[in-house]
């Protein structure tokens, strides 16, 4: 489909809704079940403090219920929410490609047969997308220093400092996007694709800037400002619960970590899902008509161990010689 022809964000982001309120349910499910292990801890710090007249303990308590969150989080991103969003991503990409689905399909079920097609199994998905992660940050790094040569020119720096702090929020995006690519080439080898991805998105990121800034200042304002209010909310809740101060600090820490996870929602539930159309999308408009470079290859493959990981997986252990030269 030619550029000019693709949806826009706004357009792919409304016919993606079945998946856009999938992956809210499945968030919403998720901090309900942190919340309800919040509350459980919650009550055994309570007991532990009637019990030991508040001698430090329920900040221990705390401190598990915090580790506790961590496996939770690490447990449910493995297993559930990341195939969510890359199904998510087969959809767009579809779309983007093709200008719909074909009549009559689920998109649940379409994602989910797209990923599996490609990917053959959910751990092959992981691996791939650990690599793929891992080079896009190593790369946004070397583009980083690169930039930041430019620094020392009078009335740059500011800008350069700019550019280097969204290059580093936009990582996951990006992978999205590079996966977005890998999703779109069937029946080319996964990780050949997953090495060109990476070198276009490393050829084309000046055209993504833009796209990402923007986004980078939604997820921004909306995670602050949804952690202030509900933070705010909960401490004063906290103070006309109990004058222990003990009490008081166990509820503060709770607190502390629903507005925390509350906030995550918010940005996961209505910021991440349009973040992700529109890197998709910008992504591969910005691609079009465009040939990965050997030459940049070699460059991110002397930068990058997670891409020479890719390659060695490709059989390649270097770029080939010759290829069109570096572009973007």
């Not at 809210?24 to 055994?44: D, R, S």
Request: hydrophobic share 55%; glycine share 10%; proline share 4%.
């Amino acid at each position: 489909m030619p550029p000019q022809a693709a949806p826009s964000t706004a357009n792919l982001f409304f016919r993606t809704l079945p998946y856009v309120f999938l992956r809210m349910l499945v968030y919403l499910l998720f901090g309900f079940a942190l919340t309800l292990f919040l509350g459980l801890m919650g009550a055994i710090g309570f007991l532990v403090a009637r019990l030991f007249q508040g001698a430090g303990l329920p900040l221990v308590v705390g401190l598990i219920a915090f580790m506790g969150l961590i496996s939770l989080w690490v447990l449910a991103q493995r297993y559930v929410l990341y195939l969510v969003k890359i199904g998510h991503v087969a959809v767009i990409t579809e779309i983007l490609l093709k200008g719909d689905l074909p009549s009559g399909t689920n998109q649940v079920a379409y994602g989910k047969d797209k990923v599996i097609k490609h990917f053959g199994s959910a751990s092959a998905l992981f691996l791939v997308d650990g690599l793929v992660a891992g080079t896009v940050r190593q790369v946004m790094n070397w583009l980083s220093r690169m930039a930041g040569c430019l620094g020392s020119i009078p009335g740059l720096g500011l800008t350069v400092s700019v550019a280097r702090r969204i290059l580093s929020l936009t990582a996951n995006y990006i992978d999205e996007a590079v996966m977005s690519y890998i999703l779109r080439h069937e029946g080319r080898d996964v990780w050949q694709t997953a090495a060109d991805g990476v070198v276009l998105y490393a050829q084309s990121w000046r055209k993504l800037l833009g796209t990402a800034a923007r986004f980078v200042v939604l997820v921004a304002v909306g995670w602050t400002a949804g952690f202030i209010v509900i933070l705010a909310s909960l401490l004063g809740v906290a103070r006309t619960l109990t004058p222990d101060t003990a009490l008081q600090a166990l509820y503060g820490f709770i607190a502390l970590v629903i507005s925390f996870i509350a906030a995550n929602l918010i940005r996961w539930i209505l910021v991440d899902p349009l973040a992700t159309v529109a890197m998709v999308t910008c992504f591969n408009r910005a691609i079009e008509g465009e040939q990965p470079s050997y030459d940049l290859k070699a460059k991110i493959a002397a930068v990058s161990g997670k891409f020479r990981q890719i390659m060695q997986r490709t059989g390649q252990t270097t770029a080939p010689a010759g290829g069109p030269p570096v572009a973007g």
